[in-house]
């Protein structure tokens, strides 16, 4: 099974410190013609398509990382357009064309973002139906588990997990993803993982613990339901584009840049730049306007108002290109 391990955060034993500043890498931002290149050429798409893959200037630069930063840790070559249909990913068909979420434990404290808003934020973003299944029996699975020697709180071992997915994995899904508000970590030597996936599986398992401000003794305020679903939409969505086959952007700021902290976490934006918004439509095939409108919807609803108007106004350019000042 190739597992893929997502982010992996300090204090770590001394061993996997070594190993990641090993891979210190110098990383330069792209040049516009380099991000343009990775786009591909668009002359032959539908109008509306050509125009969501349009950057002008809606989409931010990716910045020098800082030494913490993810691309200071990770040699990361960045994955083309034409380098992803290559690859030959995975793709939804007639039969594998659900996404199902199984929630792994409790899922009703009020810290929980709600799994009913999660899956209309996942349906939307995917446009696939989305299935929530009933809560899974930990006892019959036989998960190992164990308190974290750092954190005290207790933890999931992420191999026993897919494993248990891998035999769940109903007939009609493109991929099974396991949720949960308990802490993970991939093997006794390490600290901990925010998540874990087997993309060719098509599974995964990804936690919201440490997305919740109380995780780090912080104390809530009325905008922390808020934030917690809205860090969880993130990296729901950020782990599902994986199952795709859809790998870490280094082209612009994007859902899908890699992330070694909370705070880099943070400033990701819920959004795809147009280099992976064309991966992941060439995937799924659907019409961009509509899947924008549905994501407007959602964002309103979920008073994320800085991406609800972002939206607008790339529906607005969309629909009207020359009516906008910027006509780059
Ligand atoms: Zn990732
Ligand atoms: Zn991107």
């Given at each position: ?322 009516g906008g000042r910027n006509t780059r």
């Amino acid at each position: 099974m190739r597992i893929v391990s997502t982010v992996l955060l300090m204090p770590v034993p001394a061993g996997i410190i070594l190993l990641v500043s090993a891979m210190a890498s110098q990383f330069t931002p792209p040049t516009r013609a380099q991000q343009l290149a990775a786009i591909g050429l668009t002359t032959a798409l539908p109008q509306p398509l050509q125009r969501a893959l349009e950057p002008r200037d809606d989409f931010q630069p990716i910045l020098e990382p800082e030494p913490s930063d993810w691309l200071r840790n990770h040699i990361e070559l960045g994955q083309t357009f034409d380098q992803f249909t290559r690859s030959r990913p995975n793709r939804p068909d007639n039969h594998r064309r659900k996404l199902y979420l199984q929630p792994l434990g409790r899922f009703n404290g009020s810290d929980a973002p709600s799994l009913d808003q999660l899956r209309r934020f996942t349906a939307a973003f995917f446009m696939m139906e989305v299935v929530v299944l009933p809560p899974a029996d930990w006892a019959q699975n036989r998960i190992t588990s164990r308190q974290n020697p750092w954190t005290g709180q207790e933890q999931f071992l992420t191999g026993d997990i897919l494993k248990a997915l891998q035999t769940r994995l109903p007939n009609d899904a493109f991929a099974l993803l396991g949720i949960t508000m308990t802490d993970l970590y991939p093997e006794p030597s390490w600290n901990f993982v925010f998540g874990q996936a087997s993309p060719r599986d098509r599974v995964g398992v990804y936690s919201f613990a440490r997305y919740d401000p109380k995780f780090y003794g912080q104390r809530p305020t009325v905008d922390t339901r808020k934030l917690m679903l809205l860090r969880s939409c993130k990296v729901l969505a950020h782990e599902t584009c994986h199952m795709f086959g859809i790998e870490h952007c280094v082209w612009f700021r994007c859902l899908m840049n890699g992330s070694n902290h909370l705070a880099e976490s943070d400033a990701r934006p819920l959004h795809l730049c147009p280099v992976d918004l064309r991966k992941l439509q060439w995937s799924i095939g659907v019409d961009v306007v509509e899947r924008y409108r549905r994501l407007l919807d959602f964002h309103r609803d979920a008073g994320f108002e800085d991406e609800a108007r972002w939206l607008e106004k790339r529906l607005r350019f969309i629909a009207a290109p020359n009516g906008g000042r910027n006509t780059r």
